[in-house]
């Protein structure tokens, strides 16, 4: 799995890791029962501390995209593929699309600007057909 990261951002290191994930994720690269590297290997890989790998893959887990196990290591655990989300995830979703669209309409972004910019995100994404076998 290629996976960067910017040491300069603004953003976490961990935020960004999880961030990577969900996107593989999304667009089809990385499926249910995939493995992730072990923290320590993405660590040296990235040049960062395990413990921050340590700490976005336990972000991951506790968002149900993950299962940690200490035999297999990290795997993915869902995809679009996988059904419906689970009961506590949609309400979540929409606070934090709520708090991203209010950052856009502060900023002057236009509705229509704003709705074509998904469409072209979502777009992006591999359907649960494209993720599947």
């Not at 499926?31 to 921050?52: C, M, Y």
């Not at 993915?76 to 669209?101: I, K």
Request: hydrophobic share 40%.
């Amino acid at each position: 799995m290629i996976l960067s990261v910017d040491l300069t951002s603004d953003v976490p290191i961990y935020q960004q890791i999880r961030d990577r994930v969900v996107e593989a994720i999304a667009e089809g690269r990385l499926a249910e029962g995939s493995p992730l590297p072990s923290t320590r290997q993405l660590a040296v890989d990235l040049g960062i501390n395990f413990h921050t790998v340590n700490k976005a893959y336990d972000l991951l887990r506790r968002q149900g995209l993950l299962r940690l196990n200490r035999k297999s290591g990290a795997v993915v655990r869902r995809d679009a593929g996988s059904g419906p989300p689970e009961a506590d995830f949609t309400g979540d979703w929409q606070a934090r699309l709520r708090t991203l669209l209010a950052e856009a309409v502060a900023h002057g972004v236009d509705g229509d600007t704003v709705v074509a910019a998904c469409r072209e995100v979502l777009a992006s994404f591999a359907t649960p057909q494209e993720q599947r076998p």
